[in-house]
């Protein structure tokens, strides 16, 4: 597949750096000609990387959201929109009520889209991998269409996680403060970012919960 994604930070690089081994990666970023990657993938605007896309995932500030949700809306019909968003400010604290998860404004923005929540449990570092050391990371999952579901889940596999299936896309809304938690522990607990969520007692051959 084809797969877009918005962004050039560590989020991006290391779902690229994964995914690429299988597939075709598209960057899209807002200055492609100073967007360094390291790995053998195309770098473009993000309208064009939208376009070229089969799927399209989200690793960008939620600050940015806005802005870049306008320019890709109609490049995104139909696709498969993993967003991979976190509401936090520059200082990594929280930027938007419990009312509504980042994953529910994003799907109302982005019409006709299917938009699933998928990475936004686990640090960059260990995107690359979906494992520390050999203990396999749980990707925790939730969007309202079953087979854009399935279609990430098969991503996440790919690259070395757990998938799991939590629910529709409301579920975002309990994804969302799980990040801010893993970030507080990370950071503000000094446990450093060689941490990840792992449901226990679920083995690969039953991840499709």
């Known amino acids: ?28 970023s807002r200055n492609p000609e100073m967007a360094k990657v ?38 995104a019909r139909n696709k498969v929109v993993i967003d991979v968003m976190n509401a936090l400010d520059e200082n990594f604290e929280w930027a938007k009520g419990f009312n509504e998860s980042v994953a529910e404004e994003v799907a109302k923005k982005l019409e006709n889209t299917k938009v699933v929540k998928a990475f936004n449990t686990v640090f960059a570092e260990n995107m690359s991998k979906g494992k520390i050391g050999r203990e396999k990371l749980t990707l925790l999952v939730a969007g309202d269409d079953e087979e854009a579901k399935r279609v990430v889940m098969d991503l996440g ?3 070395g996680f757990i998938p799991v299936d939590v629910g529709n896309l409301k579920m975002a809304r309990y994804l969302e403060p799980m990040a801010l938690l893993l970030i507080n ?20 051959e039953k991840n499709a919960i």
């Open 1 to 28: 597949m084809k797969i877009a994604i918005i962004g050039t930070g560590n989020v991006a690089k290391n779902l690229g750096k994964a995914l690429s081994k299988k597939h075709e990666v598209i960057f899209g």
């Open 38 to 75: 390291d790995i053998n993938a195309k770098v473009t605007n993000i309208e064009d990387a939208a376009a070229q896309g089969d799927i399209i995932i989200l690793a960008i500030p939620y600050k940015a959201s806005d802005e870049i949700l306008q320019k890709i809306k109609d490049k």
């Open 157 to 159: 596999k790919e690259i």
């Open 185 to 204: 522990l990370g950071y503000n607990k000094k446990l450093g970012t060689a941490i990840g969520i792992k449901i226990a007692g679920i083995k690969d």
